[in-house]
């Protein structure tokens, strides 16, 4: 039997008419992305943003422009952390069907493990084996020398998902140490709501995931949509938040355990079908 997570409501004339300012803002950006720090932080965040409303309305990311929107904040935060990685002067990288050759950068502000986790999301989403391939290449020194002191859980998570890609034989050690980390008295700078509603989730779905237990698989990926929807609607300024519209993490997992196998039995607005399926799978040349 098939589980169903609804979407929250959201008000999506108003939604709509955001993404002409946002795309605008984007192209802003990425007309300065070679050379620009600014602009590679501007167009990480915007990019992703845009992808989410976009799928307000069109929650199952059925329109070309909505697949668009995903593939180029793929693109987007993949080129940043080649530009980070390379021992050259620049880099050449595909953005929007274009070649950029963006500067060498080493560490930045905007490189740090929240925006790498989110660029291994996206690639896994977006089937990108190439840049998964470079992206476990990011050396864990280097996200941390870009500032910022998140809690424990988010470097070993990290490395959890590098040690996986690369085939290393130490991805339940660093998971154990993931879940364990995400415990409230190792918490510093996460509350525990977001720690147990957000974080915690995705790693239990990977857990089943590795143990290609599909049953558990899906009752893990099921409870964490229950719990996306119930964080994202515990107040209104939360509902109303753009980060609600599609369970980033979680949708990673499951096209990671879709293209491997285990048949996804959940449905939800959170987790746009054509996403899941790789509809746009070919249209592309990413």
């Not at 987007?76 to 390379?86: G, K, P």
């Not at 989110?118 to 998964?132: Q, S």
């Not at 918490?187 to 599909?214: C, G, H, I, Q, W």
Request: with cysteine; charged share 25%.
């Amino acid at each position: 039997m098939v589980a169903s997570v609804s979407r929250h409501n959201y008000p999506v004339a108003a939604m709509e008419k955001v993404v002409p300012v946002l795309e605008g803002s984007l192209a802003d950006s990425l007309r300065h992305v070679e050379t620009s720090h600014d602009a590679r932080a501007g167009a990480l965040s915007t990019s992703l943003n845009v992808a989410r409303i976009r799928c307000i309305g069109d929650p199952d990311a059925g329109k070309l422009e909505t697949w668009e929107s995903w593939l180029l904040a793929m693109q987007v935060s993949s080129a940043v952390f080649a530009a980070a990685l390379t021992d050259q002067e620049s880099v050449t990288c595909k953005i929007r069907q274009e070649e950029q050759r963006l500067e060498a950068t080493g560490p930045q502000f905007y490189l740090n493990a929240g925006t790498w986790i989110d660029a291994f999301y996206l690639a896994l989403i977006c089937r990108e084996t190439a840049r998964l391939d470079m992206l476990a290449r990011v050396p864990e020194s280097l996200l941390r020398d870009c500032g910022g002191v998140p809690d424990d859980y988010v470097y070993a998570w990290v490395e959890t998902l590098r040690s996986f890609w690369l085939r290393r034989d130490d991805v339940g050690q660093h998971l154990v140490r993931a879940v364990d980390l995400t415990a409230p008295q190792h918490a510093r700078v996460m509350d525990t709501e977001t720690m147990s509603k957000l974080e915690y989730p995705p790693m239990m779905m990977f857990y089943r995931y590795l143990r290609n237990d599909a049953a558990g698989f899906n009752e893990a990926l099921n409870d964490a949509l229950r719990w996306h929807k119930e964080y994202w609607t515990a107040d209104e300024s939360r509902s109303g938040s753009t980060e609600g519209a599609v369970a980033l993490a979680p949708l990673a997992i499951a096209c990671l355990a879709k293209a491997n196998g285990i048949p996804i039995e959940v449905q939800s607005g959170y987790l746009p079908s054509a996403l899941l399926d790789f509809a746009w799978r070919g249209e592309f040349d990413a």
